[in-house]
T-cell receptor, first 110, second 114 residues
């Protein structure tokens, strides 16, 4: 059974204070690791898909990396508008659905 | 990537009644999924909606309670039947495009059962 664990549960940063969110996973045959952003009252918004260890992707202040056991979402010089819950999910083997972690609630203070 | 329109965005319902949630995708997609997200928690898969066949339900979810329709490659509905306050949650649909591994989500339906 696929398992996804995210840490920390909540993170408060000052504007400009860089940090990283962690997503550790246990799967049988990773087909993809996904990062989403979710704002209150809205559906998850797709950020990145990573497929193999060593892969990195960037979008504005966000950078996602992947190893064989975990993924990191690095946030560089965050702004208050980056405040949201960040979700990590995996797709594995022949499964077509995603298994989600519990999310990290990020708050960036001005 | 596909764009999903989900409605209603929210509803308040009496216990014992049923609510049908609709999701329309702007392109043909191979697979659609229905999730539940309880307050402060992550997403839990309810079922996978297959076009032309019955939905595949996850453990803890049954067809009598959450009947699903998938009449074509762009549309699906989820019905929450005989509702109780424990069904109060956000319900989300998701679609996987025919090419690639992109998964897109609707904006969600916030359901409150009183």
């Amino acid at each position: 059974e696929d398992q996804v664990t995210q840490s920390p549960e909540a993170l408060r940063l000052q504007e400009g204070e860089s940090s990283s969110l962690n997503c550790s996973y246990t799967v049988s045959g990773l087909r993809g690791l996904f990062w989403y952003r979710q704002d209150p009252g809205k559906g998850p918004e797709f950020l990145f898909t990573l497929y193999s260890a060593g892969e990195e992707k960037e979008k504005e202040r966000l950078k996602a990396t992947l190893t064989k056991k975990e993924s990191f979402l690095h946030i560089t010089a965050p702004k208050p508008e980056d405040s949201a819950t960040y979700l990590c999910a995996v797709a594995s083997g022949s499964a077509r659905q995603l298994t989600f972690g519990s999310g990290t609630q990020l708050t960036v203070l001005p | 990537s596909a764009v999903i329109s989900q409605k209603p965005s929210r509803d308040i319902c009496q216990r014992g009644t049923s609510l049908t949630i609709q999701c329309q995708v702007d392109s043909q997609v191979t697979m659609m999924f229905w999730y539940r997200q309880q307050p402060g928690q992550s997403l839990t898969l309810i079922a996978t909606a297959n076009q032309g066949s019955e939905a595949t339900y996850e453990s803890g979810f049954v067809i009598d309670k959450f009947p699903i329709s998938r009449p074509n490659l762009t549309f699906s509905t989820l019905t929450v039947s005989n509702m109780s306050p424990e069904d109060s949650s956000i319900y989300l649909c998701s679609a996987r495009a025919s090419s690639g591994d992109g998964y897109t989500f609707g904006s969600g339906t916030r359901l409150t059962v009183v």
